[in-house]
């Protein structure tokens, strides 16, 4: 089959065009989110528990600012814009196998894409706050920030949920990349690349839809990122030394 003609160096094809999806806090947090859960799982293996600590208050901050950034954000990171009720999720789901590019295409995330996001951001954010409570005492001898402001039964509790939860991590990461390799492969739809660089191919007749989307300066998308890392640092700083 003939290649299609492209009438540039773009990469565009008549049929086709590039359009900004992703502004860049939404990127830097995700890619550093995936960073940082693979070294807390590393470090976890190397029984390296202080980088184990940093990469956990790490999460945390970057958890707390996405929350953030889902009520103030560019508007299609904002949670108004991707949840949606259980008629259009199912709506959407039953469209998946056999859905056309168009019905499948949205300027954000898509109905049950946008909850798998707050199922990962509740799942993460569980885990990184439990690991403030959470012990080791059998020889590295290390509790959590919060472990001294704890009853012994709340700490015993959040112990139990750090070790039971990252379970169901595991569980909805690997649906989550499956989704996203499911559209890469299957689909033919490159929803990682976006997330990469910002930018995705539509079909032409869809571009207009990607133009609504008003984004957010950047600058404060990273004031907002630095503000959250210092509260955590000062939360655990306070808490150390108090
Ligand atoms: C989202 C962030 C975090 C992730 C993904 C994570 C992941 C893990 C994993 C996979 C384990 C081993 C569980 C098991 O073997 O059953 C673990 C244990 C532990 N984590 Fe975290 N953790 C995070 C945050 C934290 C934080 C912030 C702290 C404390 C500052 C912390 C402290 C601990 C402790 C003390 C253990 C017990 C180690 C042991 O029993 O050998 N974690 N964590
Ligand atoms: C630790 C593992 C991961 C976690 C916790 C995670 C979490 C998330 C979250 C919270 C979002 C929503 C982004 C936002 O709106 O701010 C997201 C989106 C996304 N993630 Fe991940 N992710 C992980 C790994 C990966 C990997 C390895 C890939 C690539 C294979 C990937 C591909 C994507 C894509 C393509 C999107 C955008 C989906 C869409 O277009 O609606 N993720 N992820």
């Not at 184990?52 to 103030?72: C, D």
């Not at 894409?113 to 990184?128: H, P, R, S, T, Y």
């Not at 929803?191 to 404060?220: C, D, H, N, W």
């Amino acid at each position: 089959m003939a290649e299609p003609i492209t009438d540039d160096k773009s990469g565009e094809t008549p049929a086709e065009k590039k359009v900004k999806l992703w502004d860049f806090p939404v990127r830097l947090f995700h890619w550093a989110l995936v960073a940082a859960i693979i070294t807390s799982w590393w470090t976890n293996q190397q029984v390296m528990i202080d980088l184990h600590a940093i990469a956990g208050y790490t999460i945390l901050a970057l958890v707390l600012f996405r929350i953030i950034w889902g009520f103030v954000g560019s508007s299609n990171a904002r949670f108004s814009s991707f949840l949606t009720g259980p008629k259009r999720v199912l709506g959407y789901a039953s469209k998946v196998p056999k859905g056309s590019v168009a019905e499948l295409t949205y300027a954000g995330h898509n109905p049950a894409g946008g909850w798998m996001v707050v199922v990962l951001l509740v799942l993460v954010g569980i885990q990184a706050v439990s690991g403030l409570f959470a012990s080791e005492d059998t020889f590295l001898f290390f509790d959590g920030p919060l472990v001294a402001y704890a009853s012994s039964d709340v700490a015993r509790i959040m112990n139990w949920i750090h070790h039971t939860n990252i379970n169901l991590i595991y569980v909805a990461v690997g649906l989550h990349v499956f989704a996203a390799l499911f559209y890469l492969v299957v689909k033919r739809e490159n929803l990682i690349g976006a997330m990469v660089t910002g930018v995705r191919k539509v079909p032409a007749e869809l571009a207009t839809s990607f133009q609504t989307i008003r984004f957010k300066s950047p600058v404060l998308g990273i004031a907002i990122l630095a503000i959250c890392g210092v509260i955590v640092w000062g939360i655990v700083t306070l808490a150390r030394s108090g």
